[in-house]
């Protein structure tokens, strides 16, 4: 579908989006006397959104994963970084702001705090078509036809306001809204949490068919591994702000590289009552962004821990292909004295 | 004076909670809400029940009646409520006071909630060992910091002095445990206490509740809409439905071989690690049922695939599929 895209310019091969040494630090809570420490929300990030595929980001709170969302979405801007959408620079004179918007957009987990109360449900989902030109009467049946797709009757629906619809069907309508500007890449940040087991299914579901339908990209954010990775081609595992593995969703959960992922995974809770964990795979919270821990940001809560991780930060290396990892323990020769190119044991 | 009545006077078993035909109505509206319709389950003392159940089920409005926490002008309670030996619904206000913190306590999944911003965490166990201990502050302060230490905090003297915005989100959920914990309650009621957190702490809580039950013998209800957190923290498992209980069973034969088709539904549209890929997951159709105006018959028989004539007859009957398992389905009564 998407090489039908007339919007396409690259080919398949080019990627729809490609983020370079993107880094967003915000100002500390300051006292009388001045500015705190930043908090380094996202300090150094690379990775690239192949068209068509889904790319699922996973990792604690405060590994910098909404912000990184945020910043695609240039809802707050980077200090550092470049943002190439299918090959244009963002802020170039060939992708100015406005027309990047138009082909990225995000649904948030709050499917209320996302939509304007005073709006019926048909107001909301023909507003953006309507602030990029569409009249009034285009935008409501581009509207209607949308709630139509994402299972909403609009004659039924349409003129609910957001509180007079349920929390899933609430979702659907900022999956509409979202997909109202016809774009190309979406991102959901963690846009199912929220819901119901029962209506989380649905709305996957949803999300699968709107992906085949309009030949989507999505970048998907969740806590839940099992569903990202049901979700996911690819997956990038964030933790302190930086990468710390992405690869293939099912290397990355099924064979993962990082001990971070493996704790991550390890963490979930299972439902066989014979599995139960007796201790807990890492232990405290994670550390505070605001003063990362040197060398590897992992390393005070890493049980592999060696020197060389107090001292040195690991960067991203290929593993096997595709898939990186910013681990002393996956490259041989780091300086780790246990490290290894084979998977470490689940 | 209104004595508590004394612990031990139960007339039946060895239940420490009995809960017999609960009913919860929100007055107020246009019409009244039934949230809870008529929920009976008993649990021992050690023991951990999940109540497990989506949003509207019911489950958070059991918890709260068992600890008289919905306020009284806009509800009717019905029922036995019956908690060592406490007949819940018949507490004068003073005894409700001894009951609350004493016999029963809560967690929650905001720790906002049970903790004040303003004081020091140290110093609000400290006045609720005195307040209902009737001790000194030091002693209060004493039997803080063996709180703390019990719930795991790092440096715990220092802990005690902090504000909780102080501490991290783990940190401020062991607090509010070491809070519940204060005055040596008999039972441990935790509203989703884990949900807002992430799964590498959130297994920690849950190891720490597990152990805590263990080790002080409480009995524990844990409401979750989790089926893994359920499993990980309790031996039963209890699942709601529209205000009703419709299975409960042990946590292996509940997962394992669900009896009640809303059971079934729920744990075939669960994702699990062994998902294959595009292949569309099972849904249950519809949602839940509007508890202002219910279904006549079974909660479930809008959504439900297997519906028959009699279903729509009534609240089905508690079947026992096995012993200690159980759910509420016309269709496992054989018609």
Known sequence: ?346 | MNAPVRANDTASSDALIEVRDLTVDFLGGRKPVRAVGGVDFSIRAGEALALLGESGSGKSVTLRALMRLLPESRTRIGGHLRVDGHDVLGLKPKALSAYRGGTVAMIFQDPGLALDPVYRIGDQIAEAVMRHEGVSRAAGRARALELFERVHIPSPARRLDAYPHELSGGMRQRAMIALALACRPKVLLADEPTTALDATVQIQILLLLRELQRDLGLAVIFVTHDVGVAVQVADRVAVMYGGHLVEVGASGAVIGTPAHPYTRGLLASRITPDSPKGVRLATIPGSPPDLADPPPGCPFEPRCGLVVPACREGLPARVAVAPGHAARCVRLAGV
């Open chain 1, 1 to 346: 579908m998407t090489d039908l895209d007339p919007r396409d310019r690259g080919g398949p091969g080019q990627p729809l989006l490609t983020v370079d040494g993107l880094v967003k630090h915000f100002a500390g809570k300051g006292s009388l006397f001045g500015k705190g420490p930043a908090v380094r929300a996202v300090d150094g990030v690379d990775f690239s959104v192949m068209k068509g595929e889904t790319l699922g980001v996973v990792g604690e709170s405060g590994c910098g994963k909404s912000t990184t969302a945020r910043l695609l979405m240039q809802i707050s801007r980077q200090d550092k970084g470049d943002i190439v959408f299918d090959g244009e620079l963002l802020g170039s004179r060939a992708l100015d702001l406005k027309a990047y918007r138009r082909q990225v957009q995000m649904v948030f987990q709050d499917s209320y705090a996302s939509l304007n109360p005073r709006l019926t449900v048909e107001e909301s989902v023909a507003f953006g078509p309507k602030a990029h030109g569409l009249s009034s009467a285009a935008a409501l049946a581009r509207a209607h036809d949308l709630l139509r797709r994402v299972g909403l009757e609009p004659r039924r629906f349409g003129g609910r306001y957001p509180h007079e619809v349920s929390g899933g069907q609430r979702q659907r309508v900022n999956i509409a809204r979202a997909l109202a500007l016809e774009p190309r890449l979406l991102i959901l940040d963690e846009a199912v949490s929220a819901l119901d087991k029962s209506v989380e299914a649905q709305v996957l579901n949803l999300l699968t068919d709107l992906k085949q339908e309009f030949g989507l990209t999505y970048i998907f954010i969740s806590h839940d591994l099992n569903v990202v990775r049901f979700m996911s081609d690819r997956v990038m595992v964030m933790y302190l702000g930086r990468v710390a593995e992405i690869g293939p969703a099912d290397a990355i959960l099924g064979a993962p590289r990082h001990p971070y992922t493996a704790a991550l995974l390890a963490s979930q809770p299972s439902t066989d009552p014979e599995a139960r964990l007796d201790e807990a795979p890492l232990t405290g919270d994670p550390p505070n962004p605001i003063n990362p821990p040197p060398g590897c940001r992992f390393h005070t809560r890493c049980k592999f821990a060696a020197d060389v991780c107090r001292t040195r930060e690991p960067g991203l290396a290929a593993v096997a292909p595709a898939h990186l990892a910013a681990c002393h323990l996956a490259v041989p020769g780091s300086g780790h004295p246990d490290s290894s190119p084979v998977p470490m044991a689940a």
